[in-house]
């Protein structure tokens, strides 16, 4: 897997959750080395409170640990407040990663990995997590310009949406992905052109694609079974309809 070249990431707090010794002494050897703020944590009720004492800007998280699993971690870490979480899967289930995405995860990385492909991930998360105006947002309407359609208004500056004065709670990449769909209404992106445009990866698992699609119609379809909004374009991707026309799922 490839990404494009960044500037790195400003230094951030990054919390390290994996029971593997070795493994977790070599992501928080890289991170570290990258100039980023560290901290361990060996099980799941060791992770909850230090993300409570140490409020981090990230936090790279093992699915399978002792005392509570990464996937209800992740849960209650996203029940608090909306913290970038990358996981750290050995698993080949696609089921693990596609529950760990619908828990509000923003990435995932599947072990064996390189602690190098690990740093860019974490570097690409915590970008997007501190900008002002996503990138998406910025190239469909001007830098920093509210988006607005189909009763939905977006501020990149302050990162809330509404849909019909109603406040949406966004994940970070639901927040990005809807920026995107806004800033170019009517048009029919491909999964590996949104993958590319909103996750900043020129490879990756398109269902990380799909679950995000699925997870935004949630939040702002009258009925998520049938999408009047977001409309599957067979053979092609997604098209997002402004005026709301009906459209098939």
Same mark, same amino acid.
């Given at each position: 897997?490839?990404?494009?070249?960044?500037?790195?990431?400003?230094?951030?707090?990054?919390?390290?959750?994996?029971?593997?010794?070795?493994?977790?002494?070599?992501?928080?050897?890289?991170?570290?080395?990258?100039? +980023?703020?560290?901290? +361990?944590?060996?099980?799941? #009720? &060791?992770?909850?409170?230090?993300?409570?004492?140490?409020?981090?800007?990230?936090?790279?998280?093992?699915?399978?640990?002792?005392?509570?699993?990464?996937?209800?971690?992740?849960?209650?870490?996203?029940?608090?407040?909306?913290?970038?979480? =990358?996981?750290?899967?050995?698993?080949?289930?696609?089921?693990?990663? =596609?529950?760990?995405?619908?828990?509000? &995860?923003?990435?995932?990385?599947?072990?064996?990995?390189?602690?190098?492909?690990?740093?860019?991930?974490?570097?690409?998360?915590?970008?997007?997590?501190?900008?002002?105006?996503?990138?998406?947002? &910025?190239?469909?309407?001007?830098?920093?310009?509210?988006?607005?359609?189909?009763?939905?208004?977006?501020?990149?500056?302050?990162?809330?949406?509404?849909?019909?004065?109603?406040?949406? /709670?966004?994940?970070?990449?639901?927040?990005? /992905?809807?920026?995107?769909?806004?800033?170019?209404?009517?048009?029919?992106?491909?999964?590996?052109?949104?993958?590319?445009?909103?996750?900043?990866?020129?490879?990756?698992? /398109?269902?990380?694609?799909?679950?995000?699609?699925?997870?935004?119609?949630?939040? =702002?379809?009258?009925?998520?079974?049938? #999408?009047?909004?977001?409309?599957?374009?067979?053979?092609?991707?997604?098209?997002?309809?402004?005026?709301?026309?009906?459209?098939?799922?």
């Amino acid at each position: 897997m490839s990404t494009a070249t960044h500037p790195p990431a400003p230094p951030a707090r990054v919390l390290v959750v994996d029971d593997d010794p070795t493994v977790a002494e070599v992501v928080t050897g890289y991170l570290s080395r990258a100039g +980023h703020s560290v901290h +361990h944590a060996a099980d799941g #009720p &060791a992770a909850l409170d230090s993300a409570a004492r140490h409020d981090p800007d990230l936090v790279v998280l093992d699915l399978m640990l002792p005392g509570i699993d990464g996937l209800e971690v992740c849960r209650r870490l996203r029940a608090e407040r909306p913290v970038p979480v =990358i996981m750290l899967t050995a698993r080949g289930d696609e089921d693990d990663r =596609i529950a760990g995405l619908e828990l509000g &995860a923003d990435d995932y990385v599947t072990k064996p990995f390189s602690p190098r492909e690990l740093v860019l991930r974490v570097e690409s998360v915590l970008r997007r997590s501190r900008a002002a105006a996503p990138a998406a947002a &910025a190239a469909g309407a001007g830098a920093g310009a509210p988006l607005t359609g189909a009763g939905i208004r977006l501020d990149p500056k302050t990162r809330r949406a509404e849909r019909n004065g109603r406040e949406l /709670l966004l994940t970070l990449r639901e927040f990005d /992905l809807l920026a995107h769909f806004l800033g170019h209404p009517g048009r029919a992106h491909g999964r590996e052109e949104l993958m590319r445009d909103v996750w900043g990866w020129e490879f990756g698992d /398109l269902s990380t694609v799909t679950v995000h699609v699925r997870r935004l119609r949630a939040k =702002i379809e009258d009925d998520p079974a049938a #999408p009047r909004l977001i409309r599957t374009v067979w053979g092609v991707g997604y098209r997002f309809e402004a005026g709301g026309e009906e459209g098939a799922a």
